[in-house]
């Protein structure tokens, strides 16, 4: 069972920067791929970046390509999501979400997700 923790939401200008943390409990943190969804107002949930367990290279959406950094510290059990140039529509709750390597999940599907810390970027 893996806990995820997500904080550093708030609001901002549009323009501003905003860095998300993930916090993890147990002991094969690194062995998960790690990635962050967002859920706007009325909108499905959608990818924004997926970072392998490997260590190698990290996916993002096309909207937030160029804008979002994701990164992992697997010393500190922890994902991170570093947003430049925010705009109003990457106003959304973020998620955190975790999924073995192991796991028979594949695609967007993961095995566990945190509650969400809401990011709202002002006009």
């Known amino acids: 069972q893996v806990q995820l923790v997500e904080s550093g939401g708030g609001l901002v200008q549009a323009g501003g920067s905003l860095r998300l943390s993930c916090a993890a409990s147990?002991?094969?943190?690194?062995?998960?791929?790690m990635a962050w969804f967002r859920q706007a107002p009325g909108k499905e949930r959608e990818f924004v970046a997926h970072i392998p367990w490997t260590g190698g290279k990290t996916y993002y959406a096309d909207s937030v390509k160029d804008r979002f950094t994701a990164s992992r510290d697997n010393a500190k059990n922890s994902v991170y999501l570093q947003m430049n140039s925010l705009k109003p529509e990457d106003t959304a709750v973020y998620y955190c979400?975790?999924?073995?390597?192991?796991?028979?999940?594949?695609?967007?599907?993961?095995?566990?997700w945190g509650q969400g810390t809401q990011v709202t970027v002002s006009s």
């Open positions: 147990g002991r094969t943190f690194s062995t998960y791929n």
């Open positions: 979400a975790a999924r073995s390597r192991y796991s028979t999940n594949t695609g967007y599907r993961y095995d566990y």
